[in-house]
């Protein structure tokens, strides 16, 4: 799509904030007001619109990205999925060897698992390889409810959290800034930087992890702008 307006701009309406083209309402895909709850988060998507070169890039504009998934498609069936990470996170599938990336799975991961014992009040069964291991009933409940009970702006910022990094426990931990973003990215990679540290430096692969970095950490700020 071509660059059709000169000036984008955020501007109070009922129900929060919404942003305007050349002062005509910006719609969401499905044609419903583009509406935000906060005027930071309505100003970055101004921002966005307006670095806008003269062909649309979705790919330079998640906080619109994200904020028309909360508004069109952020809903039950988004939090069901989403909660069913829960039933084989990440953080407790674990290396058997070498030494070093067990021990550096152990102090990231357990953080991660920690946090979200103390928050949730769960437990969790991890293992050493990739056979699945049922979670607690409980957990699994408790989880699910955590997930459900999120607003839909906040929901849609979780889905890439969760789906990026195959883990339900770093995307609450992000969405509930428990824990610093970058920290949890370190976290949930350590598989794919343990690998190009033993076999060297690729480039394509090192742009997919960064690609993948870009998109969490824009999730990430998406939740700093709803506060």
Same mark, same amino acid.
């Given at each position: 799509?071509?660059?059709?307006?000169?000036?984008?701009? !955020?501007?109070?309406?009922?129900?929060?904030?919404?942003?305007?083209?050349?002062?005509?309402?910006?719609?969401?895909? $499905?044609?419903?007001?583009?509406?935000?709850?906060?005027?930071?988060?309505?100003?970055?998507?101004?921002?966005?619109?307006?670095?806008?070169?003269?062909?649309?890039?979705?790919?330079?504009?998640?906080?619109?990205?994200?904020?028309? !998934? !909360?508004?069109?498609?952020?809903?039950?069936?988004? $939090?069901?999925?989403?909660?069913?990470?829960?039933?084989?996170?990440?953080?407790?599938?674990?290396?058997?060897?070498?030494?070093?990336?067990?021990?550096?799975?152990?102090?990231?991961?357990?953080?991660?698992?920690?946090? $979200?014992?103390?928050?949730?009040?769960?437990?969790? $069964?991890?293992?050493?390889?990739?056979?699945?291991?049922? #979670?607690?009933?409980?957990?699994?409940?408790?989880?699910?409810q955590a997930v459900h009970s999120l607003d839909p702006f906040r929901l849609a910022a979780l889905a890439p959290l969760?789906?990026?990094?195959?883990?339900?426990? *770093?995307?609450? *931990?992000?969405?509930? #800034?428990?824990i610093p973003a970058d920290a949890v990215w370190d976290a949930v990679t350590i598989d794919e930087q343990w690998q190009?540290?033993?076999?060297?430096?690729?480039?394509? !692969?090192?742009?997919?992890?960064?690609?993948?970095?870009?998109?969490?950490?824009?999730?990430?700020?998406?939740?700093?702008?709803?506060?």
């Amino acid at each position: 799509m071509k660059r059709f307006w000169k000036e984008a701009a !955020a501007a109070p309406v009922d129900g929060g904030f919404g942003i305007t083209l050349d002062g005509k309402p910006l719609k969401t895909p $499905a044609r419903t007001a583009l509406v935000v709850p906060t005027r930071a988060l309505a100003d970055a998507i101004a921002a966005e619109w307006n670095a806008s070169g003269e062909t649309i890039d979705p790919r330079a504009m998640p906080m619109t990205g994200l904020a028309n !998934a !909360a508004i069109d498609r952020a809903g039950g069936e988004i $939090a069901t999925g989403l909660a069913r990470f829960g039933e084989s996170d990440l953080t407790c599938y674990r290396a058997a060897d070498p030494e070093p990336l067990v021990d550096r799975q152990t102090k990231a991961w357990d953080a991660l698992l920690g946090w $979200a014992r103390r928050r949730y009040d769960v437990d969790f $069964a991890t293992c050493s390889g990739i056979i699945h291991v049922p #979670q607690p009933p409980e957990t699994i409940r408790h989880l699910g409810q955590a997930v459900h009970s999120l607003d839909p702006f906040r929901l849609a910022a979780l889905a890439p959290l969760v789906t990026i990094s195959g883990s339900l426990v *770093a995307g609450l *931990a992000v969405v509930e #800034q428990a824990i610093p973003a970058d920290a949890v990215w370190d976290a949930v990679t350590i598989d794919e930087q343990w690998q190009l540290e033993q076999w060297g430096s690729d480039a394509e !692969a090192e742009a997919m992890i960064e690609a993948r970095r870009i998109e969490f950490l824009a999730a990430s700020r998406f939740v700093e702008l709803l506060n």
